[in-house]
């Protein structure tokens, strides 16, 4: 993509998508005030488009406490102070749109921040005002409520209930939150959160944006009897997680996002291990895509990739919308650490500090699973510093961490603040060209991280910017990487190869040995050197057929 190209003109030009992610906190502080802005981004367009994007997928820039990294949304018609404006934030939709590049925002729709105003007035009200109604306000178990009323357990661990005092400091009624308790959960079945999250939608489409992404997507209908967890729960039964009656709230939306001349799109994040279950959200009349979070988390092996693979084709069989694959994302560790360490696969659960990686060895992997990736049919999303080879930054200074999920395992688990450091643009200078002022960095950067900028690797043509670039541009222009056409070929224990088309396979070795490629005309692309025509170890290439 160049600067005069325009978007692609296609009704549903998500298909075959290449999207990146903005985490705006850590991309580029043009104010250098030490926080990543709308402005740098703006400014960071021309390398964003010569990367060679369709679209870009910002994490909340609304009005915020950041008590959770911006998904506690105080309000949605208000950029956050630190990000810039709401000029600021149409001023970039616009420019972006001019070099080919729309943009995705996030919404949140299982709950809210509790600095907004309907959770602080909630607050003020006394127990059973309708004010409260829009949120889950409930009595306590036992004589004195004082027993949690469920035994829900949150997504970042720790209690689901929080109990308010009232005026005069005596103990409260319960509120819950899936997450923190900065982030009280909305009541689906409240007419007023319905509308207002309707009105954000069209508040956002109106002002160019093509998308949205739906954080949490499975979460926003409860039983209202609020019960207790059993051990195990029928599809649909569960109290508060894909529950029937959320599939009500995304067909109201896709009529909304249907409704503009150009359609705009709905992406959900559902994190659900029942495939029949997860495509109920592709059908036609709801979302357009849902991540593949089940790819991403995988171990770098053969069978278990392949496996994945053939089970994401099987599911989406069902259902028109493409497959999406993901490597990572603000959530998760990266990729060069990941694929660095013993267990390759990734889960919350595991996270844990002084967990041996090698560097050099999750960086061959990183470079060849890229390759495998955008050679998939479907959507392909890039986490900021992907593209990049950055490592997690697990050595973290003491008091540096911020994520909620850190403190709330009792420091036990590291978080995901390792993975939001911000991005080296320069080789040296204080903040590394995230700003010109010098002003440190929210997070801080580790020595040495100016050996992943971004200037460097422009001047690489074996780097990881340049590998990015190189595949992105063969997406766009090989007929076989365009079209729907994929199949598995023959390959030897330890290797995965399939097709594209008539005349493009990719070949993956994940052994330590190099292998044979097969038969080719010609080699498009490759993630290593090759020796001959012999693929090293924990490497990918595509070749001409």
Known sequence: MHESQQPDAAPEWWRNAVIYQVYPRSFADADGDGTGDLAGVRERLPYLAALGVDALWFT???????????YDVAD???????????????????????????????????????????FQEALAAAPGDPA????????????????????????????????????????????????????????????????????????????????????????????PDLPDLAEHHGPGEHPHNDRDEVHDVYRRWRKIADSYDEPRLLVGEVWLEDTERFVRYLRDDEMHTAFNFDFMSRPWEAGAIRDSIASTF??????????TWVLSNH????????????????????????????????????????????????VLYIYQGDELGLPEVEDLPEGAREDPMHFRSGGVDPGRDGCRVPLPWTPDGPTYGFNTTGTPAWM?????????????????????????????????????LRGPDFAWADAAPGVLAFTRGADLQCVVNFGDDPIDLPAHKGVLLASAPLGGDRLPGDAAAWLRV
């Open 60 to 70: 909340p820039w609304y009005r915020s406490p950041q008590a959770d990294g911006g």
């Open 76 to 118: 949605y018609r208000e950029i956050d102070p630190a990000f810039g404006t709401l000029a600021d934030a149409e001023a970039l939709i616009a420019a972006a749109l001019a070099l080919g590049i729309r943009t995705i925002v996030d919404v949140v729709p299982n709950h809210i921040s509790a600095q907004h105003p309907w």
């Open 132 to 223: 409260r109604d829009r949120f889950w306000f409930r009595d306590g178990k036992g004589e004195h409520g004082d027993g949690l009323p469920t035994n829900w357990v949150s997504s970042f661990a720790g209690e689901t209930w929080t109990r308010t005092t009232g005026p005069d400091g005596t103990p409260g009624q319960w509120y819950l939150h899936l997450f923190t308790p900065e982030q009280p959960d909305l009541n689906w079945n409240h007419p007023d959160v319905a509308a207002e999250h309707e009105a954000v939608l069209r508040f956002w489409y109106d002002r160019g944006v093509a998308g949205v992404r739906i954080d949490s997507a499975a979460m926003l209908a409860k039983d």
């Open 314 to 323: 099987a599911a989406h069989a069902a259902v028109t919308a493409p497959p």
């Open 331 to 378: 959530d998760v560790t990266r990729p060069v650490t990941r694929y660095g360490r013993e267990d390759s696969s990734f889960s919350f659960a595991a996270k844990r500090f002084g967990t041996p990686t090698d560097l050099a060895l999750g960086a061959r992997r990183a470079r060849a699973a890229a390759l495998l990736t955008a050679a998939l049919p479907g």
């Open 444 to 480: 801080p950067q580790p020595a040495g991280w100016g050996a992943h900028a971004a200037a460097l690797q422009e001047a690489d043509p074996d780097s990881f910017l340049h590998l990015y670039r190189a595949a992105i541009r063969l997406r766009r222009t090989e007929p076989a």
